[in-house]
Nanobody, 120 residues
Framework: VQLQASGGGLVQAGDSLRLSCAAS????????MRWFRQPPQKEREFMAA????????YYADSVKGRFTVSVDNAKNTVYLQMDSLKPEDTAVYYC??????????????WGQGTQVTVSS
């Protein structure tokens, strides 16, 4: 079972990035696919979640209107399009598969994280 996150990097404020999370090893069809982030010296926080059908989508208020989560079932991949990036978006971004939208449960699946750094 593997979630492989990629797409992070160093960008300037106002730029865009698209993160990808490729899922393999099992079927996550009944799971929420989520994005969290952990800024330096802070706790991990919820960003967005989506079902594989794409019919249920949730966002944190802090990114609503700037970030867009989507799925490509053919590629077993979840995306996080991040626009109008701000320095405060700097964090390690994680993808996760879970039975829950927000709750971080002990049996959740997590990717390895990808660093996003936004310079001012």
């Amino acid at each position: 079972v593997q979630l492989q996150a990629s797409g992070g990097g160093l960008v300037q404020a106002g730029d865009s990035l698209r993160l990808s999370c490729a899922a393999s090893g099992r079927t996550f069809s009944s799971y929420y696919m989520r994005w969290f982030r952990q800024p330096p010296q802070k706790e991990r926080e919820f960003m967005a979640a989506i079902t594989w059908s794409g019919s249920n989508i949730y966002y944190a208020d802090s990114v609503k209107g700037r970030f867009t989560v989507s799925v490509d079932n053919a590629k077993n991949t979840v995306y996080l399009q991040m626009d109008s990036l701000k320095p405060e978006d700097t964090a390690v971004y994680y993808c996760s598969a879970s039975r829950f939208v927000l709750h971080q449960a002990g049996n959740d699946y997590w990717g390895q994280g990808t660093q996003v750094t936004v310079s001012s």
